[in-house]
C-alpha cells in the first residue's frame, strides 16, 4: 500500500504544559492515493458475488414489515432539528422479535457449495433502515451478509458480533427495505433474532438547503469549493457516521488520525465523547466516506449505498471532561479521493490562530467553516456534563449544526494540524452572526496523554547493542562491513563504530563486531 507523507516532519519541542504533558508533539498527515472507479465499485458491491445476490433478491417471498413509524418522518425530523445538540439524531429504535424460524421459513438455495438463507425486513416510510442481531448462537461456518436493494450493494461478511453480549447492529442501508442473507455450511437455519431495527428519519442521501425545510444551513461551504489541494486532500480523511444507543440512531463527524512512527495506516478514528464514549456504542458505527457534492455549490451527490464504509471496533481511550474518543475501524478504504490520515499538534493555540473545519452539519455533503481562536482555555458545563478547557472559535465564514459534532478543528498557520474536535455551541444563524456563531472544541492536547502510546507506536527496531553498528535491530555482514570501513578510516557518518567505548576504532571493535554477528546467526 503507498503511503505519501506531507512535508512537514515530526518534531518534539521541550515545553511546559498542564496536566503533565512534558513536550509538545507533532504529527504529519499521510495520504493514501485514490483508487480506479473500477476498484471502488468492485470493493463496494462484490462481497458477495453479484449473480448470487441478484438470485437471492429474485428469490424473496416474504417481507416481514413494521408499519409503526408510518406518516412520523417530518415530525420526528422537526423535533430533531429543534435540539441545540451537535450531534444529530437520524432514526428511531423500534424493538422486534424475529426468531430463525419466522425469518427463514423458506428453503435455502444451495449455491457454489454454500447454503444460502434469506430474510427481509421493512420499515415502511425508512429513509434508512439497519437492523440488530443477536449473533451469539451464531456457528462457526456462518456468514452474514446484508445486501441493499437499491444498489445490489452486499456488506460482509460478518462472522461475530462486535460486542461481549453478543448483539450487533448490522450495516445501515438506504430506502426501506432490507435483505439479510445466511451464508452457511450447515443445512439447518442459523440461529440467530433479530432484536430491533432504526428506522431513518433524515435523508442522508439528498442535497436539499434548510430554506427548503431540511438539511444544513446555506451559508455552510461545500468542500468542493475549496481551492487550496492540500485540504482538498486532508478533507478527504472526514467521515460521517452513524451510531445507535438507547431509542435513537444519532449522526456524528470524525477524522482519520496518523501513526507517524509506522509504516501501516492503522484506522484510529478521532471524534467526540459525547457521541460514542463505550466500547458498546463505538461497535454500533458505521462511517461513510467522500459524502461531498460533486461540485463547487452543486446538487449532485452520491447515494448512501455507494459510499466507501467502515465499521466500528474498539474504543483505545475517551474523555467526556476533554469530550475525545479515540476508536479503531475495521478497515479503511481508500476511494475516488484518496485517503488521507491527518496530522496533530498538541501545542496550545494562541487568540487569534485561524482555523478550518470540516465537517457534515445535520449529516448534509461535506462542508468547511473558517474562523479564529477568541478563547484558548474556557471550562463549560452542558446537560450536566461540565467540559475543561475548551477552545472557543468563532466563524466568519461558515458554521456548524447538528452532525457537525466530533469533527476536527486545524491551524492554518500551523501545517493545517489537528488541535480537537467540536463539542458543544449554540444554534447557528445565517448570515454569519459572530456574536452568535461560535464553537467550543474539547482540546486534543489535554486528551492526547490517554492515547500517547497509540499514536507514538513505532515500528523502528530497537538496537541490537552496540555491535548493531546501523541501529537496525540486528547485527549483520552490513555492520561488519561498516566497522571495517570505520577501521580503515573512512567516513561512516551518521554512525559510530567504536563498540569497545575506548575512543577509536581498533581491530578490537571489528572482532567484537564479527563476534556479535556470528552469536547471532
Known sequence: MMRIRFPFALAVCLAIAPMAIASDWRA?????????????????????????????????????TYTEFVGMNKALEAASRASSEKLLEIGRVLPIALDAAILFDAPPLLMDGFFHYTAAVASEGAYQLALEADLEQLR????????????????GPIDAPRTDDGFAWLPM????????????????????????????????????????????????????CETDPEIEFLSSGIG?????????????????????????????????????GTQASVATMQVFWDYRAASCN???????????????VTMHGTSSSFDHTMAELNSVPSGAFGRAYLGWDTATPSVGDGLIGIHHPRGSEMRISYGDVTVVEQNATIGGTPYLSQIRVEWFDGVTEGGSSGSPI???????????????????????????????????????????????????????????????????????????????????????????????????????????????S
Open 173 to 224: 442501508v438506504g430506502g426501506d427495505f432490507v435483505v439479510l442473507v445466511v451464508r452457511s455450511v450447515h443445512d439447518t437455519p442459523p440461529p440467530i433474532v433479530i432484536t430491533a431495527l432504526s428506522h431513518g428519519y433524515i435523508n442522508l442521501s439528498e442535497e436539499l438547503s434548510k430554506e427548503a425545510g431540511t438539511k444544513a444551513n446555506p451559508c455552510n461551504n461545500h468542500i468542493a
Open 410 to 520: 486545524l491551524r492554518t498557520d500551523h501545517d493545517l494540524l489537528i488541535i480537537g474536535v467540536l463539542s458543544n455551541g449554540p444554534v447557528h444563524v445565517c448570515p454569519e452572526v459572530p456574536s452568535s456563531n461560535w464553537d467550543r472544541y474539547g482540546p486534543f492536547r489535554f486528551f492526547f496523554p490517554l492515547v500517547q502510546e497509540l499514536l507514538l507506536a513505532s515500528d523502528v527496531p530497537e538496537p541490537a547493542g552496540p555491535a548493531d553498528i546501523n541501529g537496525d535491530g540486528k547485527v549483520d555482514a552490513v555492520d561488519i562491513q561498516l566497522v571495517i570501513n570505520a577501521a580503515l578510516g573512512f567516513d561512516i557518518s551518521p554512525f559510530t563504530a567504536d563498540v569497545d567505548g575506548t575512543g577509536k576504532i581498533s581491530a578490537i571493535d571489528v572482532q567484537m563486531v564479527i563476534n556479535a554477528a556470528l552469536s547471532a
Open 240 to 276: 460521517r457516521y452513524v451510531f445507535t444507543r438507547g431509542g435513537g440512531s444519532s449522526l456524528c463527524s470524525g477524522v482519520l488520525v496518523n501513526v507517524p512512527g509506522t509504516a501501516a495506516l492503522e484506522p484510529y478514528f478521532l471524534t467526540a465523547n459525547h457521541c460514542v
Open 140 to 155: 462457526p461456518g456462518d456468514e452474514i451478509f446484508v445486501i441493499d436493494p437499491q444498489v445490489q450493494r452486499a456488506h
Open 298 to 312: 452543486g446538487s449532485s451527490v452520491p447515494s448512501l449505498g455507494s459510499l466507501p464504509t467502515s465499521l466500528g
Open 28 to 64: 504529519p498527515a499521510a495520504y493514501q492515493p485514490p483508487v480506479t472507479a473500477k476498484v471502488l465499485r468492485d470493493a463496494t458491491n462484490h462481497a458477495l458475488p453479484p449473480a448470487i445476490s441478484q438470485l437471492l433478491l429474485d428469490d424473496i417471498a416474504v417481507v416481514h
